[in-house]
T-cell receptor, first 112, second 115 residues
Framework: GENVEQHPSTLSVQEGDSAVIKCTYSDSASNYFPWYKQELGKRPQLIIDIRSNVGEKKDQRIAVTLNKTAKHFSLHITETQPEDSAVYFCAATLDWGNKLVFGAGTILRVKS | EAQVTQNPRYLITVTGKKLTVTCSQNMNHEYMSWYRQDPGLGLRQIYYSMNVEVTDKGDVPEGYKVSRKEKRNFPLILESPSPNQTSLYFC??????????????FGPGTRLTVT
């Protein structure tokens, strides 16, 4: 079936460095790509999203890029801080937006 | 306060004993969904509902039932739970879906253990 692949599964960076997480999707009709952050023991929360008619979106230290031709999108976190440590999930819509499929998640550790 | 609530938060049960996990939202959202979260597999959608009396299967619906009799409530029913349904369950809601997708708000999660 349609799926979303996410890489890497774990990522360790030094505080202040940048972190990049990549996702690929298979449904060419996907038109909405959110990123969620889940801290330990808590619920996922939306941090940024992008729609298919936009190539890049930025919100302070977080940015997302989308390449519809290659069917991949990426999360970029600059100037990482210890509080960025969490699990990050990408997702993409299926079935004309009625379903949301998540990647397997990336554990980000920011070392101080 | 705008929120999604789930009950119970923790549940240990035995194989075959029917259970219901409740989900309620106070934001007048049309779209509601249930996910299960397992290590290494991310969040997988079980069922979703686009409005009252409108429900459909997600990626992993086997062994689960749902109903949407009121806009605010979307219970998840396990008629005969099995150990492979041991998982962390999240309910979520959003203003809408489809072409104009919206942010999903997640409940606090229900940790279910089936022995």
């Amino acid at each position: 079936g349609e799926n979303v692949e996410q890489h890497p599964s774990t990522l360790s960076v030094q505080e202040g460095d940048s972190a990049v997480i990549k996702c690929t999707y298979s449904d060419s009709a996907s038109n909405y790509f959110p990123w969620y952050k889940q801290e330990l023991g808590k619920r996922p929360q939306l941090i940024i999203d992008i729609r298919s008619n936009v190539g890049e979106k930025k919100d302070q230290r977080i940015a997302v890029t989308l390449n519809k031709t290659a069917k991949h999108f990426s999360l970029h976190i600059t100037e990482t801080q210890p509080e960025d440590s969490a699990v990050y999930f990408c997702a993409a819509t299926l079935d004309w937006g009625n379903k949301l499929v998540f990647g397997a998640g990336t554990i980000l550790r920011v070392k101080s | 306060e705008a929120q999604v609530t789930q009950n119970p938060r923790y549940l240990i049960t035995v194989t075959g004993k029917k259970l219901t996990v409740t989900c309620s939202q106070n934001m007048n959202h049309e779209y509601m969904s249930w996910y299960r979260q397992d290590p290494g597999l991310g969040l997988r959608q079980i069922y979703y509902s686009m409005n009252v009396e409108v429900t459909d299967k997600g990626d992993v619906p086997e062994g689960y039932k749902v109903s949407r009799k009121e806009k605010r409530n979307f219970p998840l029913i396990l008629e005969s739970p099995s150990p492979n349904q041991t998982s962390l369950y999240f309910c979520a809601s959003s203003l809408g879906f489809g072409v104009a997708a919206y942010e999903q708000y997640f409940g606090p999660g229900t940790r279910l253990t089936v022995t």
